[in-house]
């Protein structure tokens, strides 16, 4: 059983798979950092100075811990309560980087196909072999 799993393991197909997922996580940090630091910056100035990690729709206001002169506390703190959408727009953005990227690898990889499948193939040996011996016959 041990061997068998040391087989599935270390195929080909199984190794890429764990390579792309971790490029793949690596390259979703690039995106982000990208986004949030580079893209949105100049997205917010093109737009009036608006920064997108700000917005969002307050549904209910925070309140901060109340305690009374003795030092005990009267009323418990509670957050805020909001919709980022300013948060949700940035990873959609963020998104649509990475599966525009993506998709731009698949059309290359997929084109790369295409020409070596099209591209004829050359003489087998035994094509050749066969030709030879057809000349030294014919002499």
């Known amino acids: 059983m041990l061997k068998e799993f040391k087989e599935f393991a270390l195929k080909g197909n199984l190794v890429d798979i764990a390579i792309a997922f971790v490029m793949g996580g690596a390259f979703g940090k690039v995106v982000t950092v990208f986004v949030e630091n580079i893209f949105a910056p100049f997205t917010g100035l093109l737009i009036g100075g608006i ?19 003795a030092g005990a506390v009267t009323t418990d703190a509670s957050p805020e309560l909001a919709v980022e959408w300013g948060n ?28 070596e499948a099209t591209a004829p193939a050359g ?4 094509s050749l072999l066969c030709v030879i011996l057809n000349e030294i016959k014919k002499k």
């Open 88 to 115: 949700f727009i940035t990873a959609s953005i963020d998104f649509i980087v990475v599966a525009f990227v993506m998709f731009m690898i698949i059309k290359a990889m997929n084109k790369m196909k295409k020409a």
């Open 51 to 69: 920064d997108l990690a700000d917005k969002k729709i307050i549904l209910k206001e925070g309140v901060a811990e109340i305690k009374d002169a």
């Open 123 to 126: 003489p087998t040996t035994e």
